[in-house]
């Protein structure tokens, strides 16, 4: 079982709808979370950073941390086909001072106009 | 546009052979990181230097090697190539390599023939 799990989709909705981006993880010791948006053939850019549990909004992006189901979310609402990449999930564990970066295997988003 | 710049953007070559991608990370950044993301494979972290000396190593193959100059550029040598090499090479910097940021380059496209 890989630590981060991530489901590649792809995921296809029309302009406008609310996108629901999920990952799951089985590592407790995960503190800081992370989702990253990669356009095709380019590299992966940060698009929120959060730090334990709860929630974080920025723009039309909101980040959702559920520590206790081991579980996060990254929402996109209005979606725009600009939107439409690849979204990688990423975490950190707090231990040593070893912060090393798993990554989720990323959701392919497709916005129909 | 990143900060973070790598050469070159794509490279063809045949099995056997060995080549050298480069990396100039974000200015004040002192960690490089090195991932593989192949299209089934996702990203793999590879090696990560900070201040010229390595930090941790990841699923980096004996055949690669990399490394951090005192100007903090870096370079990923890979040798004896193999079809199976073929993938996207991204480099990422971040100011402290810990739980900050990581910013990507654009990525050096391998062929291997």
């Known amino acids: 079982q890989k630590e981060v799990e991530q489901d590649p989709g792809p995921l296809s909705v029309p302009e406008g709808a609310i996108v629901s981006l999920n990952c799951t993880y089985s590592n407790s010791a995960f503190q800081y979370f992370m989702w990253y948006r990669q356009y095709s053939r380019k590299g992966p850019e940060l698009l929120m950073y959060?730090?334990s549990s709860g929630n974080k909004e920025d723009g039309r992006f909101t980040a959702q941390v559920d520590k206790s189901s081991k579980y996060i979310s990254l929402f996109i609402r209005d979606s725009q086909p600009s939107d439409s990449a690849t979204y990688l999930c990423?975490?950190?564990?707090?231990?040593?001072?070893?912060?090393?970066?798993?990554w989720g295997a990323g959701t392919k988003l497709i916005i129909k106009p | 546009d990143s900060g973070v710049t790598q050469t070159p953007k794509h490279l063809i070559t045949a099995t056997g052979q060995r080549v050298t991608l480069r990396c100039s990370p974000r200015?004040?950044?002192?960690?490089v990181y090195w991932y593989q993301q192949s299209l089934d494979q996702g990203l793999q972290f590879l090696i990560q230097y900070y201040n010229g000396e390595e930090r941790a190593k990841g699923n980096i193959l004996e055949r690669f090697s990399a490394q951090q100059f005192p100007d903090l550029h870096s370079e990923l040598n890979l040798s004896s190539l193999e079809l199976g090499d073929s993938a996207l090479y991204f480099c990422a910097s971040s100011e402290s390599g810990g739980e900050d940021t990581q910013y990507f380059g654009p990525g050096t496209r391998l062929t291997v023939l």
């Open positions: 990423a975490m950190v564990p707090l231990m040593d001072s070893n912060y090393q970066l798993i």
């Open positions: 200015s004040g950044d002192l960690s």
């Open positions: 959060t730090y």
